[in-house]
């Protein structure tokens, strides 16, 4: 069984500029999480999308946005980088009826702004 | 304060030993905890989860949850440098609720 998929796996980009990433969760799960993972700040969480709609926000500002497809796939959009946003972009899955609601996360997207 | 402490470390130990990773957490609804491992340039993966107080024991890693000192304990026996990774702690309220993470600790095993 696939686990979860992200794209790209590496970016670089400037500041100002914007980005999107992409996650497919494991095939049956229709919760997506997103965190970011800034050196020395441990994992953060984003964004959770579950069927489509966005359920929880973390304490990230409104240029941090993303969106879940039908096919439970999700984009994370980041616009007006900055320096700070250079991390380890994460997503995870989970079947949303999940009683603790485990969590597999995919390898990440680590993202450069220069 | 953050909600979750974890020791980033490192943590340097060698091959054979006991290691014992540990968080502390401030939020008493907290009733599901975690722990991940996480090799360098990878995702993190479950190792182990605990509902509640109590103990639970995998293979060679032991799990312990003491809701009533806010204290949870990874304890990893006959460490193999196959271990070297940052173990993360992670914690939630159930249901739907997001993962809270500690900040990690780098553990490496030597030969």
């Known amino acids: 069984e696939a686990g979860v998929t992200q794209s790209p796996t590496h970016l670089i980009k400037t500041r100002g500029q914007q980005v999107t990433l992409r996650c497919s969760p494991i095939s049956g799960h229709t919760s997506v999480y997103w965190y970011q993972q800034a050196l020395g700040l441990g994992l953060q969480f984003l964004l959770w999308?579950?069927?489509?709609?966005?359920?929880n926000r973390g304490n990230f500002p409104p240029r941090f946005s993303g969106r879940q497809f039908p096919n439970y796939s999700s984009e994370l959009n980041v616009n007006a980088l900055e320096l700070e946003d250079s991390a380890l972009y994460l997503c995870a899955s989970s079947l949303a009826r999940a009683s603790y609601n485990e969590q597999f996360f995919g390898p990440g997207t680590r993202l450069t702004v220069l | 304060q953050k909600e979750v402490e974890q020791d980033p470390g490192p943590l340097s130990v060698p091959e054979g030993a006991i290691v014992s990773l540990n968080c502390t957490y401030s939020?008493?609804?907290?009733?599901?905890f975690m722990w991940y491992r996480q090799y360098s340039r990878k995702g993190p993966e479950l190792l182990m989860y605990t509902y509640s107080s109590g103990n639970k024991e995998d293979g060679r890693f032991t799990a312990q949850v003491d809701k009533s000192s806010k204290y949870i304990s990874l304890f990893i026996r006959d460490s193999q440098p196959s271990d070297s990774a940052t173990y993360l702690c992670a914690m939630s309220k159930g249901g739907y609720n997001k993962l809270i993470f500690g900040a990690g600790t780098r553990l490496a095993v030597h030969p």
């Open positions: 939020n008493s609804a907290f009733q599901y």
């Open positions: 999308y579950d069927e489509g709609e966005e359920r």
